[in-house]
T-cell receptor, first 113, second 113 residues
């Protein structure tokens, strides 16, 4: 059973470009979470999604960031008009029903030049 | 709101030394508690968990006991190995709606041979 897949593993963007980060949950998992890890810091929750629904986006910045988890295909975290402060590692996790353990992917390391 | 406080690192130990990494939390009710480990360049792996007071989580020689009276979940290992060198994160999942994890800042462990 493959684990949580994220791609790309590394992404370099220039200021003002868009970044798209993809996450494929473990087989049988219908819940996806995105976390951001800034340099020298712990992980901070961003958003929690089920298929076609955003359940909790309390950790998402109000502007430029959006997330989706369509009926088919991976979950996408989209950052528009990136700035240097967006440079971080973005981790996706998945779980089966709510209140179960979350399993993390390897992360996407975004560098904004 | 919920929060997790970990001892600051880095913690540097010799092989076969005893390890303690302190973790305390603030939360309402009875959260679930977790330790995750992150090896260089990788995502987070669940190390152990405890879901109610006095539960002891254990895995790979690591242990942590859920202490409600002291709101703590300290990580211990009797004899560390060089391969245990990593960043260790304490986390909680609160009882409010949703499944998001709240992480501590992480503690770097370096084990020397």
């Amino acid at each position: 059973n493959a684990g949580v897949m994220q791609n790309p593993r590394h992404l370099v963007r220039r200021r003002g470009q868009e970044a798209r980060l993809r996450c494929s949950p473990m087989k049988g998992h219908s819940h996806v979470y995105w976390y951001r890890q800034l340099p020298e810091e712990g992980l901070k929750f961003m958003v929690y999604l089920q298929k076609e629904n955003i359940i909790d986006e309390s950790g998402m910045p109000k502007e430029r960031f959006s997330a989706e988890f369509p009926k088919e295909g991976p979950s996408i975290l989209r950052i528009q008009q990136v700035v240097r402060g967006d440079s971080a590692a973005y981790f996706c996790a998945s779980s089966p029903p709510v209140l179960e353990t979350q399993y993390f992917g390897p992360g996407t390391r975004l560098l904004v030049l | 709101g919920n929060s997790v406080t970990q001892m600051e690192g880095p913690v540097t130990l010799s092989e076969e030394a005893f390890l303690t990494i302190n973790c305390t939390y603030t939360a309402t009710g009875y959260p679930s508690l977790f330790w995750y480990v992150q090896y260089p360049g990788e995502g987070l792996q669940l190390l152990l968990k405890a879901t109610k007071a006095d539960d002891k989580g254990s895995n790979k020689g690591f242990e942590a006991t859920y202490r409600k009276e002291t709101t703590s979940f300290h990580l211990e290992k009797g004899s560390v190995q060089v391969s245990d060198s990593a960043v260790y994160f304490c986390a909680l999942r609160g009882m409010e709606y949703g499944n998001k994890l709240v992480f501590g800042a992480g503690t770097i462990l370096r084990v020397k041979s």
